[in-house]
């Protein structure tokens, strides 16, 4: 009798243990790799680090210095312009496709196929095909001229005032598709009862998408709302590729000011400081919507 | 020695949440135990608790005399049967069968052997070579219960096994399940919701509310004698009918005071007189089943009490026709024979059969007599 | 379901070819510029048809364009993109597997607090974590190898990873496993033997979404990797951008087609687990 009991308390054990001890790495990368890195840049960040790392804690030095960077203003006015634009724009392309392709449409799957494959590409290329269409020699512009507008410019790629538009296109193309996408799986899972019951009332069909499937759609627009501003402030592989930051400085973003800072400009503790501005503007942005979201959808 | 003894099991969720509060059932081996109530009683969590796949808060749980509390679920030799039926969905019918088998390392000329004897008992010998997702509800329901059977364990536990089925198939397997402890003689353990099959599958029946075993005994018992008010409200359909109702005293007999719109009756009660003698012209609850108010021609019993009862509606089963009176301005259900049962609107002499009525303290919701 | 096609009808399709026209356009602009040769590319405009069709272009994308210092093409950082990816897209699917299965499976007191600390991983950005992670590859001696790559690619992707497979096993009755342990199968057995044989459409979401995103990372790679062992993106970059001689459109364009390629493919072969994948990873949290 005491052997099998022995052994099965062994495997009860087993069944308690395993699954903390499998989990523990992950816990451990999760712990040093995200939370603990986020604590060494912290405290990078109110060091007087520059080409090296100097742990030695001397205020809000850096940030100071930070406030005081003409460039590190231009790069967050960029980012608010290049995320209000790339935000809206994409959110009303996709939607409209979305509402568009939801009309029993034909050839569906191949638009789809079609509307979203960008999203399969890096931005890298995105930025570089844009880059070559967008080239006021033998771009956008040359082709118009072709048709017959000898006098129509278009060299917004290279004027200051103008560069961090051509992020906003670039941008938008890529990844409306993506909006279109979750909106439609978001329409497709409307109870088609609520529509019917609707025409039944006698709604007309922009009726019922205005009154009854667009609010319907509130927790989606979340998750666009969210991911979009997401990418917005991330974003970095898009403008390097287009822009690189120019003309000059004039399309620059918090994401290349910090990369060209902390390591092509050897001044880490600004880097560092630069780098906890974006993780902060990510939380000031994300935790409210996500508030928000888990609060409607608690209501229902 | 008791197949399966519960003694003082407590269970108690983190953040202080007591879903059961000191559980004691003890069944012989052979005995078909069913745990039954309404959803969130805990008799999930118990049959859990059993199987081990819920720790024990406190108290023991001992399976053919040997406590297994700290014991994992395969080495509590028992089978389960879940609601869901959670048939492996990769593996086909034979695999799903001989799975746990295979764990344990038997012969594979026995495991074939006892695949082939479990399938032919549960007719499903055609379907050994499907997936669970070629089967029908009725089919994955054998095939569950199949896998249970192979395993021969020293007891069987079930969890509402028959509550995704429709209700056609529901009353076959429900016959199919007991014929099949009748033949095995195996010690069951049966989790559902339902009254009816209670009733039908158990030879002990222990209701719960609330974490707390309400009452515990043969199906007849709990049906003729409730504990309290919950135990007699929940089983038996239609429902026994709860008359609040004055205990007088007339004729030096007690009695409960009945009224209708028009009149009353004094119904005299069956029961000692000194368990009532505290409550003379206090309120009880009369609790008397549908099928002893009826007509005269199926109480075939002379010198019962009657009532001429104003009828409000009825409602025809086939074999009876519920009849509702309204009593003490409570609504009744009667049960009477369809030939015998007027129309709404109409009146109708009702036989009242006290024999088997029970009162309870409005209050408390125990019994009283 | 039209029975005829009525004035709004023909206005809905004309928008959605217009609009499929808007997305296709680049992709167009592309192909027919890598195969033109650079007086055909002046000679006409974005969208004119190349005159005579020479994969000049791509051959020297492929093997000979300058990225920067070296001249020698596109193909080692193809290769070394491969070499990144690969490892990373199976040990990360993997670890989020199992990770999944425990924290929807075998949940115990705090595993939900567990998980969640897990999942903010997906959120932060990743230049808050880029300085300690170069000085930490550094001091493990795999900075600027592709080794340090598929480090960095494991632990930032395991969020993604952990917390799809969880959300594919959360629909999946518990009483499966429950039925499976009584029967006697233990913590490996019930997940190689039960749930791994139906979990087949949650691997190729997840395994694809992985791999475009680890091959189409650039700041990774920019950041952690030089020279030699730089991923694709970064070479194709370069590339664009060295500004010397003459810029040779047709080259640029056969490059970004070559980075692309990879994607593109699994995403014409493999669309609907591409876009469940997507739309799984937007319920985030």
């Known amino acids: 009798m005491s052997s099998p009991n022995k052994a099965s308390s062994w495997s009860a054990l087993a069944d308690r243990w395993l699954p903390k001890l499998v989990l523990s790495p992950s816990l451990a990368a999760s712990l040093l790799f995200v939370y603990g890195f986020i604590a060494w840049t912290a405290w990078l960040s109110l060091t007087e680090s520059r080409l090296l790392p100097d742990m030695t804690l001397s205020g809000l030095v850096q940030y100071r210095e930070l406030f005081d960077n003409d460039r590190w203003w231009t790069a967050v006015a960029n980012l608010g312009i290049f995320g209000g634009l790339f935000i809206f724009c994409a959110l009303a392309v996709g939607l409209l496709l979305a509402v568009l392709l939801d009309q029993k449409i034909r050839a569906e799957g191949a638009l789809r196929t079609i509307y979203l494959y960008p999203m399969a590409l890096s931005f890298i290329v995105t930025g570089t095909a844009w880059k070559w269409m967008l080239n006021p020699d033998l771009g956008l512009q040359k082709l118009v001229n072709d048709w017959g507008f000898p006098n129509f410019t278009f060299d917004w790629l290279v004027d200051p005032d103008k560069a961090i538009y051509t992020v906003a296109i670039a941008g938008v193309w890529q990844s409306s598709g993506f909006v279109m996408a979750l909106f439609l799986a978001g329409l497709r899972g409307i109870d088609d009862s609520i529509i019917k019951a609707a025409q039944v009332d006698g709604a007309s069909l922009p009726v019922i998408y205005w009154r009854i499937i667009i609010p319907s759609l509130r927790p989606v627009f979340f998750s666009v709302l969210l991911i979009l501003s997401h990418i917005a402030i991330k974003s970095f592989d898009l403008v390097m590729a287009l822009t690189g930051g120019g003309p000059g400085t004039s399309s620059d973003v918090p994401a290349i000011f910090m990369y060209q800072f902390a390591f092509t400009r050897g001044q880490l503790g600004l880097g560092a400081a630069s780098a906890m501005m974006m993780l902060m503007t990510i939380v000031a942005v994300l935790v409210p919507l996500m508030y928000m979201e888990t609060r409607s959808a608690k209501r229902g | ?132 997702s070629q089967l029908s509800g009725g089919q994955r329901q054998r095939v569950a219960m199949g896998r249970a059977l192979a395993r021969n364990p020293s007891i069987f536990l079930f969890d509402e096994p028959l ?5 056609k198939l529901r009353v076959e397997m429900r016959t199919e399940i007991k014929l099949m402890h009748q033949r095995l003689k195996s010690t069951i353990v049966y989790v559902t919701h339902d009254q009816i099959e209670a009733m039908t599958l158990g030879d002990r029946i222990a209701v719960m509310k609330d974490g707390v075993v309400q009452q515990f005994g043969s199906p007849q018992d709990i049906y003729d004698n409730p504990a309290n008010l919950f135990v007699a409200s929940f089983i038996g359909s239609p429902s026994m009918n709860f008359i609040p109702a004055t205990i007088v005293e007339s004729g030096g007999k007690l009695g409960v005071n009945i009224c209708d719109d028009r009149g009353c009756v004094v119904l005299p009660l069956p029961h000692e007189r000194d368990k009532l003698a505290a409550w003379v012209g206090k309120e009880v609850i009369f609790g008397i089943r549908p099928e002893q108010i009826t007509d005269a021609r199926t109480a075939h019993r002379e010198g019962l009490p009657e009532m001429s009862c104003h009828i409000d509606v009825i409602e025809p089963t086939g074999p009876d026709t519920l009849v509702f009176v309204s009593l003490n301005k409570t609504k009744v259900c009667c049960r009477t024979h369809p030939t015998e049962a007027k129309r709404p609107g109409e009146s109708m002499e009702l036989v009242f059969d006290v024999s088997k009525a029970v009162l309870f303290d409005p209050a408390s919701e125990k019994r009283i007599a | 379901m039209a029975k005829h096609l009525s004035v709004g009808r023909i206005v809905l399709y004309a928008a959605l070819v217009l609009m499929a026209a808007y997305y296709l356009l680049p992709l167009y602009v592309m192909l027919s510029t890598s195969v ?38 596109m193909k080692g950082f193809f290769w070394n993109s491969v070499k990144m990816a690969v490892p990373s897209v199976l040990l990360s699917t993997l670890i989020g597997a199992i990770n999944g299965y425990v924290v929807s499976m075998w949940r115990f007191k705090g595993s939900d607090a567990l998980f969640t600390m897990v999942l903010v991983g997906c959120f932060i950005p990743f230049q808050v974590v880029l300085l300690p992670m170069a000085t930490l590859l550094g001091q493990l001696g795999i900075a600027n190898t592709t080794t340090g790559l598929v480090v960095v690619h494991v632990v930032y992707g395991l969020a993604f990873t952990t917390l799809f497979f969880r959300n594919f096993y959360v629909t999946i009755p518990d009483e499966l496993v429950k039925a499976a342990r009584i029967d006697g199968a233990g913590f490996w057995t019930i997940f190689f033997r039960i749930l791994m044989p139906i979990s087949g459409p949650i691997f190729m979401v997840c395994v694809i979404w992985q791999f475009t995103q680890i091959w189409n990372d650039f700041l990774f790679g920019v950041v952690f990797a030089a020279g030699e062992s730089q991923p694709i993106t970064v070479a194709l970059n370069n590339l664009v951008n060295t500004s010397t001689g003459v810029k040779e459109y047709n080259v640029d364009m056969a490059a970004a087609i070559i980075a692309a390629l990879p994607t593109l493919f699994v995403y014409m072969v493999a669309g609907r687990y591409f876009v469940r994948g997507l739309t799984a990873g937007a319920v985030k949290g």
């Open chain 2, 163 to 167: 509550s995704n089925l429709d209700a």
């Open chain 2, 1 to 132: 020695m008791a197949a399966l003894s519960i003694n003082n099991v407590c269970k108690t969720y983190t953040g202080g949440t007591e879903v059961l509060k000191g559980i004691n059932i003890a069944i012989e081996d052979g005995q078909f135990l069913i745990l039954v109530g309404p959803s969130g009683c805990g008799k999930s969590t118990l049959l859990n608790m059993i199987a081990g796949l819920d720790d024990i808060s406190s108290g023991d749980i001992l399976i053919g005399g040997e406590r297994v509390n700290d014991l994992s679920p395969k080495d509590r030799d028992i089978a389960m049967v879940f609601q869901s039926y959670a048939l492996y969905p990769s593996m086909s019918v034979r695999q799903n069968i001989s799975f746990g088998l295979e764990i344990r390392k038997l012969p594979k000329a026995e495991i074939d052997a006892t695949v082939e004897r479990v399938a032919t008992m549960l007719q499903i010998t055609h379907l050994l070579d499907r997936k669970p």
């Open chain 3, 36 to 73: 033109k040769t650079l007086d055909d590319i002046r000679a006409g405009n974005l969208i004119s048809l190349p005159h005579a069709i020479t994969l000049d272009a791509w051959s020297k994308a492929w093997s000979s364009a300058c990225t920067g210092v070296q001249c020698e093409g």
